[in-house]
């Protein structure tokens, strides 16, 4: 009876491994993590396995995942999007304390959200000639290349956002030595004023939103600020680069 006993423990049976309601109120199982994150439940339960969200929450035989593992698996998700290995991603989730609150990772998730609608897709050359509309030479591949419209990972191609840039540039009867040197103007001034306007969202709105305590609220409203001051900002710089160039061309027709 002692043996029959022991090999019930634990079966449908057993209330002690059935949590009730108010126990989990607010918990998700792993397919419910899964599903709230946007990941395939294999995905989920890899990630957990590599440690990129903490040990689950016991209930009985049962575990569950609260708020902070949904929002260090959305992390996970921002930094997967900007092409990061999981190595890379591992590397990066070290530096941020296990205590981190739901509203740290929000912020950090809102601060690495890529400023492109899409992710970098790779493709075989096949695929890439179909996104071109034509047969791409040696030469075009490499052009594509060195614009930074394309970049490459073994024997595929991963097509950057500006990838249509790049292939109307080559059809511009412009020489290559000219469109490099343009392409490397933009880089080098892009990346500058980048470096500045972080470093003012850094120190003028970051630093502090986490001088107040960081509330849920104030996290809130901080998530919603970013999505809006992205989009103002590639406004402004395009209304400013016109505005610049029309600046330089009335100063030249003056000098004239």
């Known amino acids: 009876m ?51 969200v903490p040990p689950p929450i016991r209930r009985g035989r049962m575990a569950y995942y609260g708020d902070v ?21 591992e590397g990066f989730l070290r530096t941020i304390p296990d205590d981190a609150t739901v509203e740290q990772l929000a912020l950090q998730r809102a601060m690495l ?23 791409l030479s040696a030469d ?33 009867d412009v020489p290559e030595e000219s469109l490099n040197g343009a392409g490397e103007a933009i880089r080098r001034h892009m990346e500058a004023l980048v470096e500045e ?16 305590g960081e509330s849920p609220e104030e996290a809130e409203r901080l998530r919603r600020t970013l999505p809006q001051l992205r989009r103002l900002t590639l406004e402004a710089v395009v209304a400013g680069f016109q505005q610049a160039a029309n600046a330089v061309i009335t100063r030249s027709l003056g000098r004239e």
């Open 2 to 52: 002692t043996a029959s006993l022991s090999q019930c423990k634990g079966t449908i049976g057993d209330v002690s491994a059935v949590p009730n309601e108010a126990e989990t109120d607010g918990l998700l199982t792993i397919d419910e993590l899964a599903v709230a994150v946007g990941m395939t439940v294999r995905n989920t339960r890899y990630y957990a396995s590599l440690g990129l």
């Open 69 to 89: 593992h949904r929002a260090r698996l959305e992390l996970v998700r921002a930094l997967q999007q900007h092409g990061f290995t999981l190595q890379a991603i």
């Open 113 to 135: 959200t890529s400023w492109t609608p899409t992710a970098p897709t790779e493709l075989t050359r096949r695929e890439l000639e179909e996104r071109a509309g034509r047969k």
């Open 140 to 172: 075009d591949l490499r052009r594509l290349l060195v614009l930074g419209a394309i970049e490459k990972r073994g024997r595929s191609y991963v097509a950057l956002p500006h990838l249509e840039v790049g292939l109307g540039l080559l059809d511009l």
């Open 197 to 212: 306007l972080t470093d003012i969202l850094r120190s003028q709105v970051l630093q502090p939103f986490r001088e107040h």
